[in-house]
């Protein structure tokens, strides 16, 4: 159902892009449709991709499926290079663990942890380039900054309402739930600076910033989705 707040986020968002000066990079051979949603922990992201695949996948034409990649993107990653799929435990997005991937490496147990890294960010990027894909943490944004088509969010919240609704989540109190989406946003943080020598905080690596204690994840999903379809019209 349309609200003030969609009809007003769609209507600036054609007039933007009838504009003359286009705030995308132009068009070429190698144009892509994806998305990549960078959050705070606790800011719904999972549900935003979800929801945001519903809304594509509604609209999309036959034989085009939009696929959110999320938790599932290490095991995708891991299968797509004959790798052991317990190597995942190596690579959670939050804290990599480099003791005790040196470890495994000198004994021969798994290829280096920037080799496992690497392959990751390989993997991110043949995904956007195969289009209709939702790609959730991991630095997407900064794996593809150089790939044209590209739709890229970052999802915040403050911290009080994060926690609560984590708290929820997990059954647990709210003030664990502060230190664990503390300790979750550091360590991405931390990732995304290591990686890739960039700063997942800067709003102006993205596209558009959604603050999901104001805007509910349904009408965040509808902004988005409206983002992404003037988009793909300006790439056609």
Do not use: C
């Amino acid at each position: 159902m349309s609200t003030p707040v969609l009809d007003r986020a769609e209507t600036y968002l054609n007039a933007q892009w009838r504009g003359s000066s286009s705030p995308w990079p132009p068009k070429s051979q190698n144009l892509y449709t994806y998305v990549t949603v960078s959050r705070q922990s606790g800011s719904g992201g999972t549900s935003f991709a979800r929801a945001l695949a519903r809304l594509l996948n509604g609209e999309a034409p036959a034989g085009v499926l939009w696929t959110v990649f999320n938790g599932n993107l290490i095991t995708h990653m891991l299968e797509a290079n004959h790798l052991p799929l317990h190597l995942a435990r190596y690579l959670p997005e939050d804290k990599v663990s480099e003791i005790n991937a040196s470890i495994g490496e000198l004994v021969g147990l798994h290829p280096s942890l920037w080799v496992l890294i690497q392959k990751l960010n390989a993997t991110i990027r043949e995904l956007a380039q195969h289009n209709h894909v939702i790609i959730v943490g991991r630095g997407a944004k900064f794996a593809t900054r150089d790939l044209a088509g590209g739709v890229h969010i970052r999802l915040v919240a403050p911290a009080d309402y994060r926690a609560k609704h984590l708290a929820q989540l997990y059954d647990i109190s709210e003030r664990d739930a502060m230190t664990l989406n503390a300790k979750r946003d550091a360590g991405r943080r931390r990732y995304v600076k290591t990686t890739f020598n960039a700063d997942i905080d800067d709003p102006r690596s993205y596209d558009l910033v959604l603050n999901t204690a104001e805007i509910p994840i349904p009408e965040a999903a509808n902004i988005a989705a409206s983002l992404v379809k003037a988009r793909h019209r300006e790439s056609s």
